[in-house]
């Protein structure tokens, strides 16, 4: 189900530079977590567990490292040497199956473990579907699905790109999807999130950073601190480039506060990932236009559930106003006639190095069933910010 170390999101390998960079030392644990009502088959773990063996085998090839070389200036020569040494090791990933609960745990250094989280997801929900549905629209219907959502992108000028890695069909299911936007000729598709087939069919790999570098960096210097300093332990890393920050960690509300003239001049824009999209927007051009910044001259990426229809719905509150793009994930990659899984691996304890005592890490959100995390830990958190 994953045939490349370059099956993964951007974000992950971009977020590793930076783990590998500044925090060698710390160490991290993530866990699976199901919000649906999915019940997995019998079987499913043992099934998975295989999956997760064969990817052992994978490494960075001599190609890919030239093509990330060529195509990924913000990565250092250190981090792909280091990354062309790379093997991921199935002995950091604990799961099994309580009849018809799954579950599953990552942990080990940070650098390593940081790229387990996207294609495992892929491996649950493929597997998922293979045991569970595996007659589902046929490949004229997909195609059929595909170029009519190109179609009305491209119709009302929208830029969108494939963040669908994680909840995929399959990976088969993937790779139509690119195949069939690419073939509408006026297509607005600005690239995908997935390294691998940005490589094979030659389009732009997209994506910045993740929740987890800002609630890491809440472990370290505090809930008050996190959004500052996870902001500028970026900037020294990737100097300028990869420059959208995400807003909602803690809030978007907590996080605008502290997004003062410096840094909003500093950062391209704002990833939009939980909430309302048209109060997000208009909370935005406000701040931007208080810190005497032009609001046009930025951009708000949003990847929050996304379908064609909302897509549409956002574009028209910001035209005129403010740039926007989007990261549609399930409904590109997993839109073949079943529901796609409701689930999340998230990182759930932290420690600076081997020496410092793990601590619980915690996700707000704009949509209070979305905040993740050890129940006291989100108490004390909301406490600290002064959240209802």
């Known amino acids: 189900m994953i045939q490349s170390l370059l099956d993964n999101d951007l974000y992950k390998f971009t977020m590793q530079q930076a783990v590998h960079m500044l925090y060698p030392r710390a160490q991290a644990e993530y866990e699976f977590t199901s919000r649906g009502t999915a019940s997995f088959p019998e079987g499913f773990a043992q099934r998975v567990r295989q999956e997760i063996e064969q990817m052992a085998r994978l490494s960075l090839s001599k190609d890919q490292k030239a093509y990330l070389e060529n195509t990924c200036r913000f990565f250092t020569p250190v981090y792909l040497d280091y990354l062309e040494s790379y093997t991921f090791n199935p002995d950091e990933v604990v799961l ?87 073939s509408h000729s006026n297509h607005t598709l600005m690239g995908t999130s997935n390294v691998h087939f940005a490589r094979e069919f030659n389009l732009t790999p997209v994506g910045t950073l993740a929740h987890e570098w800002f609630m890491f960096h809440a472990v370290a210097a505090g809930y008050r601190m996190a959004n500052t300093l996870a902001q500028e332990a970026w900037v020294r890393v990737f100097k300028g480039d990869l420059g959208i920050a995400l807003a909602d960690t803690y809030t978007t509300d907590v996080f605008l506060s502290s997004f003062d003239t410096f840094t909003a001049k500093l950062f391209d824009g704002v990833r939009q990932d939980s909430g309302d999209p048209i109060v997000f927007v208009k909370k935005l051009v406000r701040h931007y236009e208080a810190l005497h910044i032009d609001p046009a001259a930025k951009t708000i990426i949003f990847s929050d559930g996304l379908d064609i229809e909302k897509a549409l719905a956002i574009h028209a509150e910001c035209t005129g106003k403010i740039r926007d793009a989007y990261g549609i994930g399930t409904n590109l990659t997993n839109d073949v006639g079943v529901t796609p899984l409701n689930m999340v691996i998230k990182l759930s304890r932290c420690r600076i190095s081997r020496e410092r005592p793990w601590q619980h890490t915690v996700k707000l959100s704009d949509d209070r069933g979305k905040h993740t995390g050890n129940r006291a830990e989100l108490d004390a958190c909301m406490k600290i910010l002064n959240l209802p």
């Open 96 to 182: 099994g199956q309580e009849k018809d609960t799954f579950f599953l745990t990552i942990k080990g250094p940070w650098y390593r473990t940081i790229l387990w989280e996207v294609p495992l997801m892929a491996i649950i929900s493929e597997t998922f579907f293979s045991m569970t549905a595996p007659a589902t629209l046929s490949r004229e219907q997909i195609k059929a699905v595909n170029r009519n959502k190109a179609a009305v992108m491209a119709e009302n000028k929208i830029r969108f790109a494939d963040f669908g890695t994680r909840r995929r069909f399959s990976s088969a299911v993937h790779e139509m999807l690119l195949t069939d936007i690419l």
